[in-house]
């Protein structure tokens, strides 16, 4: 709750132009707060519905995704950038594309998943337009997660679909990669074990 005790005093600037943010821009739950974001590379924090604070991010992509567990939150842009916080005021970004020029294809991140046991999980596309997806412990070291699967044919096959949204199921240690065209990847521990599976769309 620290975070929150420094947002009440004022410590963060307040935004005026709360009316302005879309009911669907990027946000999550953070330390008891919203963090959603806003225009101009800044985030706005609420308690509730009350705006009680904000900050603006150090980056030069246009944030994409934001996730948290119940000590760090993370955010990822299109640029390649993966910015983290362990207190919700200081926020430090890692440049992945320039980190790893060489190593790495360059990236633009489309969702990232930050896990209770410590893991980072963070997907987009690659300048030549494949998936991609990368796993750190502690944010710090980032390794490669093959997008490859066994088809129905039991032949070798790589994802070609877009990371959308990406989700963790702690009790099975297993990330759920959301892509388009309704194709869900199934990332259990082993990577031989991968799965695409095509999920039926809900209509309201």
């Known amino acids: 709750m620290r975070f929150l005790l420094f947002l009440l005093i004022g410590f963060l600037p307040l935004f005026s132009n709360a009316t302005n943010v879309a009911p669907d821009t990027i946000?999550?739950?953070y330390q008891g707060v919203l963090l959603q974001a806003a225009p101009d590379h800044s985030l706005l924090?609420?308690?509730?519905?009350r705006?009680?604070?904000g900050t603006q991010l150090p980056i030069k992509g246009n944030l994409t995704a934001l996730s948290a567990n119940s000590e760090t939150c993370c955010g990822v842009t299109d640029a390649g950038e993966i910015v983290r916080?362990?207190?919700g005021i200081n926020w430090t970004v890692f440049d992945f594309n320039t980190h790893y020029d060489g190593y790495y294809p360059a990236c633009r991140f489309t969702c990232v998943c930050v896990t209770e046991?410590?893991?980072v999980a963070v997907a987009g596309v690659t300048a030549?337009?494949?998936?991609?997806?990368?796993i750190s412990v502690q944010g710090n070291v980032w390794n490669e997660?093959?997008?490859?699967?066994?088809?129905?044919?039991?032949?070798?096959?790589?994802?070609?679909?877009?990371?959308?949204?990406?989700?963790?199921n702690i009790d099975r240690s297993t990330f759920l990669l959301m892509c388009t065209?309704?194709?869900?990847?199934?990332?259990?521990?082993?990577s031989h074990c991968n799965e695409v599976r095509e999920e039926t769309p809900v209509t309201p």
């Open 27 to 29: 946000r999550t739950y």
């Open 45 to 49: 924090f609420f308690d509730g519905d």
């Open 51 to 53: 705006l009680i604070g």
């Open 85 to 87: 916080t362990n207190d």
């Open 117 to 119: 046991d410590l893991q």
């Open 128 to 134: 030549t337009g494949a998936p991609a997806m990368f």
């Open 145 to 168: 997660r093959p997008l490859v699967y066994t088809d129905p044919q039991g032949n070798l096959a790589s994802l070609t679909e877009l990371p959308e949204f990406l989700y963790y």
């Open 181 to 190: 065209h309704n194709k869900l990847m199934i990332l259990p521990p082993c």
